[in-house]
């Protein structure tokens, strides 16, 4: 059974940082890649990922919205992946999901995400 857990969501000041992971267990398959997505409140699940990381080689990808403020990154040995936030602002108040793809290479469209985390919810107060 293929499991997505993602972690380390919480309440921050604009200006701070949080850390979030995402633990996936259960598939096979050494062509994946990760992607985050975000659900803002008030509005749906977003359909390109900020940030996607294709697992075997770690090339990553980031929109331009969290670009030198976010990096993912991953942890073979724990098949986690982690994502490092800084400098929150309030409109990255979102419930932040981690979903597989199984790929080679990496899309970051929803449609190439097969496995999906339950989200964590991540709250910048200004």
């Known amino acids: 059974e293929v499991q997505v857990v993602e972690t380390g969501g919480g309440l921050v000041q604009a200006g701070g940082s949080l850390r979030l992971s995402c633990a996936a267990s259960g598939f096979t398959s050494d062509d994946y890649a990760i992607g985050w997505f975000r659900q803002a409140p008030g509005k749906e699940r977003e359909r390109e990922s900020f940030s996607c990381i294709e697992y075997s080689d770690g090339s990553t990808y980031y929109t331009d919205s969290v670009k030198d403020r976010f990096t993912t990154s991953r942890d073979n040995a724990k098949n986690t992946v982690y994502l490092q936030m800084n400098s929150l602002k309030p409109e990255d108040t979102a419930i932040y999901y981690c979903?597989?793809?199984?790929?080679?290479?990496?899309?970051?469209?929803?449609?190439?995400?097969?496995?999906w985390g339950p989200g964590t919810q991540v709250t910048v107060s200004s």
């Open positions: 979903a597989v793809g199984i790929m080679s290479g990496y899309g970051c469209h929803v449609a190439d995400y097969d496995y």
